[in-house]
């Protein structure tokens, strides 16, 4: 009798773990896994170029550091991270980007900022010169991007000044890109 209630309560034990792994209640994982998912990846670093416009009218390059990464979107978020850490005096403190995304034709690029970009009291022209930037950096970065989209919290970013419910083309707006 003690034979078939340990049996029975071992099985029960077993059925138990199996069922928790299969519905990833539980989840294991093995050293050599994690070295073949992240081990055969090769990142490169290359020397990019990050725009900002300034008031002379003009580009301000300052060169960075960057890690390509397999994935393109990665990429891209990684991309518009550090240029908004070049924007300390433009942008709030506190700007991360959530997440961006490219459409299946890979020719619009979705941008999801942690939350609203700007200072409240930033002028069009601040906003302007900003989104110029990004534009102009991303433009350069790569090539087949045609237009942009900015949303805070999966909506269009809302502003009182400038229309963001549109993409913005990538080109830029200003004349002298």
């Not at 071992?10 to 199996?18: E, H, K, M, N, T």
Request: proline share 3%; hydrophobic share 35%; net charge negative.
């Amino acid at each position: 009798m003690k034979k078939i209630l340990l049996v029975s309560l071992f099985l029960l034990l077993a059925g138990s773990i199996s069922y928790c792994i299969y519905n990833e209640k539980i989840l294991i994982f093995f050293p050599e896994q994690h070295n073949h998912l992240y081990g055969d990846q090769q990142l490169q670093s290359t020397e990019i170029p990050l725009f900002t416009w300034t008031s002379q009218q003009t580009y301000h390059i300052e060169h960075v550091t960057f890690l390509n990464e397999t994935s393109e979107f990665k990429n891209f978020q990684n991309l518009i991270t550090k240029w908004i850490q070049t924007q300390e005096h433009q942008a709030h403190p506190l700007l991360s980007v959530q997440k961006a995304s490219l459409s299946d034709d890979h020719k619009d690029i979705f941008v999801h900022f942690s939350h609203y970009p700007f200072d409240k009291d930033a002028s069009t022209y601040t906003k302007l010169a900003w989104i110029q930037g990004l534009l102009k950096t991303i433009h350069t970065h790569n090539k087949n991007i045609e237009f942009i989209y900015f949303f805070v919290d999966d909506k269009h970013l809302k502003d009182y000044e400038l229309d963001f419910s549109r993409p913005w083309p990538i080109e830029g707006f200003l004349e002298k890109n």
